[in-house]
């Protein structure tokens, strides 16, 4: 599996953003898997964002993030999106989607996944 994280940018705070992470490779019409959004800040440790399912689409989300941010995915386009709204300064960082392969849970465990995409930075900033 690839994953090729795309659209991040500079915004206002109170900004919108939506990240996509395309994925290409069979082992996700063959498996069970978890998709992951995660971030690192400089001079921080990534940290989990948010994450869901393909089981039934259930969702995870940060404390930090929620009610900001919404994860999703297009099936047929095997593409996950982090869909975010009211964008803080705080959530300045660089975006890493992430992919577990039969995996049936929702975790923002980095251990769990097994599969990075190059990240994509997101800037909030007056």
């Known amino acids: 599996v690839q994953l090729q994280a795309s659209g991040g940018g500079l915004v206002q705070p109170g900004g919108s953003l939506r990240l996509s992470c395309a994925a290409s490779g069979f082992g996700l019409t063959r498996f069970h898997y978890a998709a992951g959004w995660f971030r690192q800040a400089p001079g921080k440790m990534r940290e989990g964002v948010s994450c869901m399912r393909s089981t039934d689409d259930s969702t995870y989300y940060a404390d930090s993030v929620k009610g900001r941010f919404t994860i999703s995915r297009d099936k047929d386009k095997k593409t996950v999106y982090l869909q975010m709204i009211s964008l803080k300064p705080e959530d300045t960082a660089v975006y890493y989607c992430?992919?577990?392969?039969?995996?049936?849970?929702?975790?923002?465990?980095?251990?769990?996944?097994?599969?990075w995409g190059q990240g994509t930075q997101v800037t909030v900033s007056s």
């Open positions: 992430a992919i577990a392969l039969d995996y049936n849970g929702t975790s923002l465990q980095e251990y769990v996944y097994d599969f």
